[in-house]
């Protein structure tokens, strides 16, 4: 089968070109001007990560503009685990229309004959565990490590004829594209529910509506929930019959429980710790859906969990919903700004029981139902494609080095994508 596959050298098919060094008084971290990628926005095992961008708004050399499908690879690390060095990326396009900058920690790839490999190839090959051994093997530097272009275009590998590049590189692009399809529809989704408690829970725009003498959009069972007119409180203007009162009316917040990692088996029930999932166990503490967010070390994160789990103790969880639902608590908590509690000084700390005593605008249960049954389908269908993803991934990194080695037919794996998507 791999005949026709011939040993090369990446430096006979590629060329990477260095980034430049941004004036650090023109960075900014408003989304302003330009974005400045840096090794932060690849993923664990190649990708691009869409977040903690960087932004640049100082003069910029024409030739340090990135355009839509340029591959990029990272040449410096600062994580302990070298987590991401030699790791590439596709430059996406910017959902705000704003444009990307090649900075200098990262290496632009660039095809000497297009005749000779596709791009979307050399880019799994740069995934493959070969590859990573040795950037890494042949990396400088302690805390952060460093690549060059010359010890990227040393690695050498067998390489088939172009056509089965191609379809090596489409069977693997639909996984991708599957995933990165139901990342967005999981954005959208989240998009809707938020936009749904802030409507409702937040700028009382049903109330407003009625009070002003308009339809609020809503079916009649929904409208029909929610009072016509506002009255005052220590907040301001609420709707009339929602009272202020404190936090621990609508919900009772507990500690998590202590887990160390030796003594966990991995099992069905997830462990969540204030930075979210923290592997697995086979025995659970707290019956799903719950709530959780960070008692110490990280503050500010929210996450919901659909199924029975094992809070830990950096971790706050809800232990009981007085007057609330898991999906209104949810997002009840991603509106409130954590820091504000934050009690520690080297290490961030919440306490609860200073939380607790916020003040909260607390709706009748009726909304609060209303709420849950229309957002509850939105979370499961949010779970069920990450569940997905997550099973694409798993198929994706089966066949990967499979199809790289010529091991794997490409016929064969495409039975099994077919059967996967």
Known sequence: MTGEWRERSLGELIDIKHGFAFKGEFFCDEPRGYILLTPGNFAIGGGFKGDKFKYYEGPVPVEFVLHEGDLIVTMTDLSKQTDTLGY??????????????HNQRLGKVVLKDEEKSDLRYLHYLMCCQD???????SATGTTVKHTSPERIKRFRFRLPPLPEQHAIAHILGTLD???ELNRRMNETLDAMARALFQSWFVDFDPVRGKAE???PSLPK?????????????????IPAGWRVGRLDEVLVLQRGFDLPTLERTPGPYPVIAASGLNGTHNQFMVRGPGVTTGRSGVLGNVFYIHEDFWPLNTSLWVKQFKHSTPTFAFHLFRGLDFSLFNAGSAVPTLNRNHVHYLPVVI???STIRAFEDLSVPLLK????????SRTLVALRDMLLPELISGELRVKDAERFVEQAT
Do not use: H, W
């Open 131 to 137: 590859f990573r051994d040795e950037v890494l093997a």
């Open 88 to 101: 590439p990326a596709f430059v996406p396009t910017a959902s705000d229309g704003r444009r990307y900058l």
């Open 177 to 179: 594209d599957k995933i």
């Open 221 to 237: 069972p929904i409208a029909d929930l929610f009072p016509d007119r506002f009255e005052d409180s220590e907040l301001g203007e």
């Open 381 to 388: 269908r949010q779970k069920a494609n990450v569940d997905e």
């Open 363 to 365: 709706p009748s249960m």
């Open 213 to 215: 003498g308009c339809d």
